[in-house]
Each structure stands twice: as structure tokens, then as C-alpha cells.
């Protein structure tokens, strides 16, 4: 008996009690591992999804540059409609729709620029580089509305295409142009520098150089060829002069130069207290003007714009030049700008604190230096004089350009004096 319980301890056997959490945990952490092998091993031969997917959402090269008033951009992917502001990018397949007061200047992949008229929809179709620079692909549809289109240099591998519903244009380097489409389904091309290559829908397909002007029809064919009437230059009122005047309403006579090439037939000119010239800004429009002058009677005080154009015996218009700013004032006589209250305390030195008052937003100048006038109309300025100065004058200038120089004197090492008007 005593060897039978001897053989049996040689084979004992011990046992762990192991909770069923501990086999779950177990479990979970041989799945993770499982599921971290194979997300690198797809990493490993797939990439990044996520790289991906921003790379193809970053900005393609197409942005823009400046915008004046109501300019929005339809998404191409949501079909939202977002106003534009200084962050707005652009995407292949945005529309870019300009107001009637509103206008957009573009920089397009190539470094080319488009500059969007009011009333105007165009797609951004493409703006992109590919082989790390080496090709440059820029595409813009104009549905209706104008455009500016200038390119700058290009490689062989860059394309710059501009459609319209009747053409096709490939513009070359060093290119200025301009694309139309009108409401009734005509089109023109302008070519003020360089040259484009343009094939219609009719199937023609010709070269429009430098100073060239080609009119389309309804039927996607040339119309008319002819040479390109430039843009009349305007002389008088210049941009931003003020015009004084002593009533309520004054003559302005608006004066310009013939173009420097074409021959116009007439003029066309319009006045309008808005830079866009929509219609419920518009003062004057008159047409059929044949003389380089006109006179605008009784435009009463405030800011106006004004704008010419010129229109050949072929019906072929120039594009309106630049509008120009100007302002009329009414004179009001001697008493306008006014000063008072003046005293010059003396600090150390040279240096003197001047205090008054005039109007409220008043521009006072003083020695070299100047200072607004607060809401109050008071004003105080810290000046430095040469040594022996008796008199010192103060300049004051209104929001509306108007100046009186006032005087006063320096008495010892204070003064103190009352300033008298003059004009």
C-alpha cells in the first residue's frame, strides 16, 4: 500500500481557476491585434484614404483677387449658393455669378487673370498644375455676361481655353481679351494684345490677333471682321476733382478723347451717382453724340460717376472706359470753416500744446503735424518751433476740401490769443 501512494504522488497535477473576464480580456486583445495587423498591412499597400481624400479637396489654383459688390459663387458638388468674401476659394465647377452692381477680378492657375463684368456667369471648368508644375490646364465657360481675360507667359504644356456657348478660344501668351455674351444670343471677341485661336460652332476656325474685333451670330458663325475700336479717354471732370459751384445746380461738361484706333461713328454717355451704373443710380444717358464734349445741366451738389463709349459705322461698340469720379460742392462764403477758443501753452523747449475748436471731424494742421477735431469740435495738437517764432498758423480743412489758414501769436514762453478767419 505504502508504494501505491508513493507512485501516485509522482504525478500530480495542479489546477488555476481563471474567471471568465480574464478569457473575454484575452479574446479582445488577440482581435485589436488582429485588427492593427491588418490596418497597417492596408496602409503598407493602399496609403493613407484620408490624405487622399484632402488632397483632393485642397484649392486648385483659382481665387479671387478683388470683388466690388454683389458677387456670389454656386458650389459645384452642394449646388449652394455662398456669397463671396475675402476666404472664398474657388473649385472645378464653381460658377461665379456677379450682380448687377457687382464685378470680380480671378487668378487662375497659370497666373492669368480674370477680371468678371457685372451682370455676367462664368465657370471655373478647370485651373490646375500637373507633373509637379510642368503643365498648367486653365479652363472658364462664359454663360452670359463679359469677361477680361490676360495671360502672362506660358510653357508649352499650359492651356488657357475660354468657351462660350458659340466658341472655343485658345489664348496665347502675353494675351488681352475680351469675351461677350449677349441676351440675344450673339457673341463678340475682342483682342487688344497678343492673339487666341478660335473655332465657332459653325465649325470655322481662325486666328484673332492683336487689335482685331469678331462679331458671331445667332448661328455660330463670323458675322463681321473688322479692326478693333479702342476705348475713347476720358478728359474732364478727371477722376476724383471736386467742382465748386455757387447754386444748388451747376453745368458740368464732360469732355474725352477719340479713340487711338477705329473710326467712331458716335459716342454714348452715361453720368450716375453709382460706380456700376445700374439703372436707378443713372442721371443721364444720351447716345448718338458726335462731338467729343457734352454739357450736363443742373446736377446739384454730391458724388457722381461718368463713363463714355464709342461706336463704329459697323455697329461694332467699344467697352466703356473707366468711370470717373467727381464731386460737386456748393460755396458757402467766408464763414464755413471756423476756428476759435486758440490757446498755445507753453511746455519746454520749443514745444508748445495748441487747443481749440472748429467743426466736428475737421482736419487741422499745425506746424507739420495735423489732428481731427473730436465730436465736440475741440482739438489739441503738441507742436515743436524753430527758436524765435512770434506766429504760428493754423490750416483747417473740412470733409468737403474746403481751407482756411488761421493765425495767432507766441507771447515769451506762453501765448494765448484768439485766432481771426481768413480764407
Same mark, same amino acid.
Given at each position: 500500500?505504502?508504494?501505491?501512494?508513493?507512485?501516485?504522488?509522482?504525478?500530480?497535477?495542479?489546477?488555476?481557476?481563471? /474567471?471568465?473576464?480574464?478569457?473575454?480580456?484575452?479574446?479582445?486583445?488577440?482581435?485589436?491585434?488582429?485588427?492593427?495587423?491588418?490596418? /497597417?498591412?492596408?496602409?503598407?499597400?493602399?496609403?493613407?484614404?484620408?490624405?487622399?481624400?484632402?488632397?483632393?479637396?485642397?484649392?486648385?489654383?483659382?481665387?479671387?483677387? /478683388? =470683388?466690388?459688390?454683389?458677387?456670389?459663387?454656386?458650389?459645384?458638388?452642394?449646388?449652394?449658393?455662398?456669397?463671396? $468674401?475675402?476666404? @472664398?476659394?474657388?473649385?472645378?465647377?464653381?460658377?461665379?455669378?456677379?450682380?448687377?452692381?457687382?464685378?470680380?477680378?480671378?487668378?487662375? !492657375?497659370?497666373?492669368?487673370?480674370?477680371?468678371?463684368?457685372?451682370?455676367?456667369?462664368?465657370?471655373?471648368?478647370?485651373?490646375?498644375?500637373?507633373?509637379? +508644375?510642368?503643365?498648367?490646364?486653365?479652363?472658364? !465657360?462664359?454663360?452670359?455676361?463679359? %469677361?477680361?481675360?490676360?495671360?502672362?507667359?506660358?510653357?508649352?504644356?499650359?492651356?488657357?481655353?475660354?468657351?462660350?456657348?458659340?466658341?472655343?478660344?485658345?489664348? *496665347? !501668351?502675353?494675351? +488681352?481679351?475680351?469675351?461677350?455674351? #449677349?441676351?440675344?444670343?450673339?457673341?463678340?471677341? #475682342?483682342?487688344?494684345?497678343?492673339?487666341?485661336?478660335?473655332?465657332? #460652332? +459653325?465649325?470655322?476656325? @481662325?486666328? &484673332?490677333?492683336?487689335?482685331?474685333?469678331?462679331?458671331?451670330?445667332?448661328?455660330?458663325? %463670323?458675322?463681321?471682321?473688322? #479692326?478693333?475700336?479702342?476705348?475713347?479717354?476720358?478728359?474732364?471732370?478727371?477722376?476724383?476733382?471736386?467742382? =465748386?459751384?455757387?447754386?444748388?445746380?451747376? $453745368?458740368?461738361?464732360?469732355?474725352?478723347?477719340?479713340?487711338?484706333?477705329? @473710326?467712331?461713328?458716335?459716342?454714348?454717355?452715361?453720368?450716375?451717382?453709382?460706380?456700376?451704373?445700374?439703372?436707378?443710380?443713372?442721371?443721364?444717358?444720351?447716345?448718338?453724340?458726335?462731338?467729343?464734349?457734352?454739357?450736363?445741366?443742373?446736377?446739384?451738389?454730391? &458724388?457722381?460717376?461718368?463713363?463714355?463709349?464709342?461706336?463704329?459705322?459697323?455697329?461694332?461698340? /467699344?467697352?466703356?472706359?473707366?468711370?470717373?469720379?467727381?464731386?460737386?460742392?456748393?460755396?458757402?462764403?467766408?464763414?464755413?470753416?471756423?476756428?476759435?477758443?486758440?490757446?498755445?501753452?507753453?511746455?519746454?523747449?520749443?514745444?508748445?500744446?495748441?487747443?481749440?475748436? @472748429?467743426?466736428?471731424?475737421?482736419?487741422?494742421?499745425?506746424?507739420?503735424?495735423?489732428?481731427? *477735431?473730436?465730436?465736440?469740435?475741440?482739438?489739441?495738437?503738441?507742436?515743436?518751433?524753430?527758436?524765435?517764432?512770434?506766429?504760428?498758423?493754423?490750416?483747417?480743412?473740412?470733409?468737403?476740401?474746403?481751407?482756411?489758414?488761421?493765425? =495767432?501769436?507766441?507771447?515769451?514762453?506762453? +501765448?494765448?490769443?484768439?485766432?481771426?478767419?481768413?480764407?
Amino acid at each position: 500500500m505504502s508504494n501505491m501512494s508513493n507512485r501516485q504522488s509522482l504525478f500530480e497535477i495542479e489546477w488555476w481557476v481563471i /474567471s471568465k473576464r480574464s478569457i473575454y480580456l484575452i479574446i479582445a486583445l488577440l482581435l485589436c491585434g488582429v485588427l492593427v495587423g491588418a490596418l /497597417s498591412v492596408y496602409l503598407w499597400i493602399y496609403g493613407n484614404p484620408f490624405e487622399k481624400e484632402t488632397k483632393l479637396q485642397a484649392p486648385t489654383g483659382a481665387r479671387f483677387v /478683388s =470683388f466690388d459688390g454683389d458677387v456670389r459663387v454656386v458650389r459645384a458638388q452642394t449646388r449652394e449658393t455662398v456669397q463671396v $468674401n475675402a476666404n @472664398t476659394q474657388l473649385y472645378p465647377g464653381d460658377i461665379v455669378q456677379t450682380q448687377a452692381d457687382g464685378r470680380a477680378r480671378i487668378l487662375l !492657375a497659370d497666373g492669368s487673370t480674370l477680371l468678371v463684368r457685372p451682370n455676367s456667369v462664368v465657370t471655373i471648368r478647370d485651373s490646375r498644375t500637373a507633373d509637379g +508644375g510642368q503643365q498648367t490646364h486653365v479652363r472658364v !465657360a462664359v454663360e452670359r455676361g463679359q %469677361i477680361n481675360v490676360r495671360t502672362e507667359e506660358q510653357s508649352e504644356k499650359t492651356s488657357n481655353i475660354v468657351e462660350t456657348r458659340l466658341t472655343e478660344s485658345r489664348l *496665347a !501668351a502675353q494675351t +488681352g481679351a475680351s469675351f461677350g455674351v #449677349r441676351d440675344d444670343n450673339t457673341e463678340d471677341i #475682342r483682342v487688344s494684345a497678343g492673339s487666341i485661336e478660335t473655332t465657332t #460652332r +459653325g465649325g470655322e476656325k @481662325t486666328v &484673332v490677333r492683336a487689335g482685331e474685333y469678331v462679331a458671331i451670330n445667332q448661328t455660330g458663325n %463670323i458675322a463681321r471682321r473688322e #479692326r478693333l475700336l479702342d476705348v475713347p479717354a476720358p478728359l474732364a471732370p478727371r477722376d476724383l476733382e471736386r467742382i =465748386f459751384a455757387r447754386s444748388s445746380g451747376t $453745368n458740368v461738361t464732360l469732355r474725352w478723347q477719340k479713340p487711338a484706333t477705329g @473710326t467712331p461713328a458716335y459716342y454714348r454717355i452715361e453720368v450716375a451717382t453709382s460706380p456700376f451704373f445700374v439703372s436707378a443710380g443713372k442721371v443721364i444717358e444720351r447716345d448718338q453724340l458726335t462731338n467729343t464734349e457734352y454739357n450736363v445741366g443742373e446736377l446739384r451738389p454730391g &458724388v457722381y460717376y461718368w463713363r463714355v463709349r464709342a461706336v463704329a459705322p459697323s455697329g461694332q461698340a /467699344s467697352e466703356w472706359s473707366e468711370p470717373q469720379k467727381f464731386t460737386i460742392v456748393v460755396t458757402q462764403g467766408s464763414g464755413q470753416v471756423v476756428i476759435w477758443d486758440v490757446s498755445a501753452e507753453y511746455v519746454a523747449g520749443n514745444i508748445y500744446l495748441v487747443r481749440g475748436r @472748429t467743426q466736428a471731424g475737421n482736419t487741422i494742421r499745425i506746424a507739420g503735424r495735423e489732428t481731427l *477735431a473730436t465730436r465736440d469740435g475741440t482739438f489739441q495738437l503738441q507742436i515743436a518751433v524753430p527758436p524765435g517764432t512770434r506766429e504760428l498758423s493754423i490750416e483747417a480743412e473740412d470733409s468737403q476740401g474746403y481751407r482756411g489758414q488761421y493765425r =495767432f501769436p507766441l507771447s515769451g514762453g506762453r +501765448g494765448t490769443a484768439d485766432a481771426a478767419n481768413r480764407r
